[in-house]
C-alpha cells in the first residue's frame, strides 16, 4: 500500500479522483462532492481563471464553495465566508490485537468538535456489535446521528456523509452517545473524522475507545489514518497526541461565496 504522505496535500481532489468518485461531480478540472454526502470542493494545486470557473458553474451562484485546506487564491469577488486554523495530524504507529493503538495512555474524554472539520467501501445495513460496546452504524441509524452532530458540532456531517466509510457508535440505554468514522480516502490513507461525544456521556473514555477502533480497522487492511482538527480545540489536539497522532503541518479551513 502506497503510504505517500503528499497526497495529504490535497485530501479532497485525490478522494473523489480515486474511491470516493461515486460521489464526485465535476466540471472540467474542477470537482466537488455530491451536497448531500460532503461539501468539500477541489480545484488542482495552480488553478486558472478557466478552472476556476469551472468550479463556479459546478456548484452554482450564490452557493458556498467549501475549499476545506486547499491554500488557492479564489477570484477576487468570491466573498470570503469563513477561515479557521487548524492542523493534519498523521498516526505512525501499529494497532494492538485488542483494537487500541500502541501509544494509547489512560483515556481521558476531551471535547473534540471542529466548526468546519475540518470506509469500508458498502453501507452498513444493521448495527453489528464489534466489542467494548462499540457498534458499527448504517443507513438506520442517520436520524440519531445527525441529532448527535447537531448537539455536539464536530464539523460538516450530512444525510449520506455515513456512506464515505464505516461510522462507529457507542450507545448508553439504547440511545447513541458517541459516535466517530471515516471521511476522505485519498490513497494509501483514511480520514478520522466527526469525532463527539454527547456532554452526559464525557468523561468516560468513548472518543479514545472509537478512535482506537477505527485505527485498528485503518491498520488492518493496510491504510493509515490521519485526522484535522482545529488549531483552538486544545482538548481534542492533547487526546489525539496521546493516542499516537503527530501534526504533520498547519492548514487553513476556508469557504468563499459564489458570486
Same mark, same amino acid.
Given at each position: ?102 501509544? #494509547? =495512555? +489512560? !483515556? @481521558? &474524554? $476531551? /471535547? *473534540? %468538535?471542529?466548526? #468546519? =472539520? +475540518? !470506509? @469500508? &467501501? $458498502? /453501507? *452498513? %445495513?444493521?448495527? #453489528? =456489535? +464489534? ?129
Amino acid at each position: 500500500m502506497n503510504h505517500d504522505d503528499q497526497v495529504l496535500d490535497d485530501p479532497v481532489g485525490r478522494s473523489l479522483r480515486g474511491r470516493h468518485a461515486r460521489f464526485a461531480r465535476r466540471l472540467g478540472r474542477a470537482a466537488a462532492y455530491l451536497p448531500e454526502a460532503a461539501t468539500f470542493s477541489a480545484v488542482s494545486a495552480d488553478p486558472d481563471a478557466a478552472e476556476w470557473a469551472d468550479l463556479a458553474g459546478l456548484i452554482g451562484p450564490g452557493e458556498l464553495a467549501d475549499m476545506f485546506s486547499c491554500p488557492a487564491t479564489p477570484p477576487p469577488d468570491w466573498e470570503p465566508v469563513f477561515s479557521l486554523e487548524g492542523r493534519q495530524m498523521i498516526w505512525p504507529g501499529t494497532a494492538r490485537s485488542d483494537g487500541s493503538p500502541a501509544e #494509547t =495512555e +489512560t !483515556e @481521558t &474524554e $476531551t /471535547e *473534540t %468538535e471542529t466548526e #468546519t =472539520e +475540518t !470506509e @469500508t &467501501e $458498502t /453501507e *452498513t %445495513e444493521a448495527e #453489528t =456489535e +464489534t466489542g467494548a460496546g462499540v457498534v458499527e452504524l448504517g443507513a438506520e441509524s442517520v436520524a440519531e446521528m445527525l441529532d448527535l452532530v447537531a448537539r455536539t458540532r464536530p464539523g460538516p456531517f450530512w444525510p449520506r456523509t455515513h456512506e464515505l466509510g464505516t461510522y462507529l457508535g457507542i450507545r448508553d440505554n439504547g440511545r447513541l452517545v458517541a459516535m466517530a468514522g471515516e471521511r476522505l480516502r485519498p490513497p494509501g490513507w483514511t480520514e478520522i473524522s466527526a469525532v463527539c461525544t454527547a456532554s452526559e456521556a464525557r468523561g468516560r473514555g468513548h472518543a479514545a475507545r472509537l478512535v482506537g477502533a477505527l485505527v485498528a480497522r485503518i491498520v488492518a487492511r493496510g491504510e493509515r489514518p490521519f485526522l484535522h482538527v482545529a488549531e483552538a480545540n486544545t482538548g481534542a489536539i492533547a487526546l489525539y497526541e496521546r493516542l499516537g497522532f503527530t501534526t504533520r503541518k498547519q492548514v487553513t479551513f476556508r469557504g468563499f461565496r459564489i458570486p
